[in-house]
């Protein structure tokens, strides 16, 4: 695709529900990124997936964060019960390779009420 | 592992003066760095990367920075700023500590008042 496709743009959930965020990288982008940005916040590194190693998970707050990428293309990215303080944006960033530029998508504003 | 620290939380500068933000970076190994920025309503993007060679970079927008080794600094600096360059500046590094993996410091929002 011509960049990095996130869905959905704006996701408004309970608390204890469960949430599935997509991210779709530019083709051939061998690395993926998971970072979330709270407001007044920096960019929190959440997960990194790099070709075919296995996943950096340390970023992740806690074990109700999960994510997965299918035959080294789309990603989700999944928070099982929910809590308030999940709320923020999740941001989703891809390179070609390691050391180059992040290509990131618009993110997705997820608000836990 | 690698961390970033951005020491200025806010800038506020005057039109046309000349702005310094600050980066400083922890890593035993050598790094790429970044600088990105997000305008208001935005999405993020690259400002300039040094990979290795010359310590000073030059990006987009006029802006550059410069890398010090043993300061472990690489400060964003503009000579005059515009109105337009309002918003949030972040400095990221990738080494191979972190599996090359790319950490962001919490952000500088610059402010460019008339």
């Known amino acids: 695709g011509a960049g990095v496709s996130q869905s959905p743009s704006n996701k408004v959930t309970e608390k204890g529900k469960d949430v599935e965020l997509r991210c779709d990288p530019i083709s051939g982008h061998t690395a993926l990124y998971w970072y979330r940005q709270s407001l007044g916040q920096g960019l929190e590194f959440l997960i990194y997936f790099q070709g075919n190693s296995a996943p950096d998970k340390s970023g992740l707050p806690s074990d109700r964060f999960s994510a997965e990428r299918t035959g080294g293309s789309v990603s989700t990215l999944t928070i099982q019960r929910t809590q308030q303080e999940d709320s923020a944006v999740y941001l989703c960033?891809?390179?070609?390779?390691?050391?180059?530029?992040?290509?990131f998508g618009s993110g997705t504003q997820l608000s836990v009420l | 592992a690698q961390s970033v620290t951005q020491l200025d939380s806010q800038v506020p500068v005057f039109e046309e003066a000349p702005v310094e933000l600050r980066c400083n970076y922890s890593s035993s190994v050598s790094v790429y760095l970044f600088w990105y920025v997000q305008y208001p309503n935005q999405g993020l993007q690259l400002l300039l990367k040094y990979l290795s060679g010359s310590t000073l970079v030059k990006g987009i927008n006029g802006f550059e920075a410069e890398f010090n080794k043993s300061q472990t600094s690489f400060h964003l600096r503009k000579p005059s700023v515009h109105i337009s360059d309002t918003a949030e500046y972040f400095c990221?590094?990738?080494?191979?500590?972190?599996?090359?993996?790319?950490?962001f410091g919490a952000g500088t929002r610059l402010f460019v008042k008339a």
């Open positions: 960033a891809s390179s070609l390779a390691t050391g180059e530029k992040l290509f």
């Open positions: 990221a590094v990738s080494d191979g500590t972190g599996g090359f993996k790319t950490i």
